[in-house]
């Protein structure tokens, strides 16, 4: 599985993103997916989680209620929707794939087994 991110970029805070990531190969419907990111000087850290039938979404608390995972099967792309960003926001942005159906909450990066390239996303105060 090939993972491409996209949709960073700079962003005012209380305003809102998109990150997309698309996947190849016909197994990305049978994947858990989640998102990562990872701040200047700062270790790689979970923003949320899907299972593979969208039947189970997880959040880190830091996200929680501003984020919306959410994925398309048909399109295997999963989407990160972020809104009312904030300065402490800011970091490379990773989509990842594991191979197990079932995520879990507060993830760490070794539970994933492919990950896409980063995308930087900047919340200005």
């Known amino acids: 599985v090939q993972l491409q991110a996209s949709g960073g970029g700079l962003v005012q805070a209380g305003g809102s993103l998109r990150l997309s990531c698309a996947a190849s190969?016909?197994?990305?419907?049978?994947?858990?997916l989640g998102w990562f990111r990872q701040a200047t000087w700062q270790e790689r850290t979970f923003v949320a989680a899907?299972?593979?039938?969208?039947?189970?979404?997880y959040y880190a608390d830091s996200v929680k209620g501003r984020f919306t995972l959410s994925r398309d099967n048909a399109k295997n792309t999963v989407y990160l929707e972020m809104n009312s960003l904030k300065p402490a926001d800011t970091a490379v942005y990773f989509c990842?794939?594991?191979?197990?159906?079932?995520?879990?909450?507060?993830?760490?990066?070794?539970?994933?087994?492919?990950w896409g390239q980063g995308t930087l996303v900047t919340v200005s105060s």
């Open positions: 990842a794939a594991t191979t197990l159906r079932q995520v879990v909450p507060n993830s760490y990066p070794g539970d994933y087994n492919y």
């Open positions: 899907i299972n593979w039938n969208s039947s189970s979404t």
């Open positions: 190969g016909r197994t990305f419907s049978s994947y858990g």
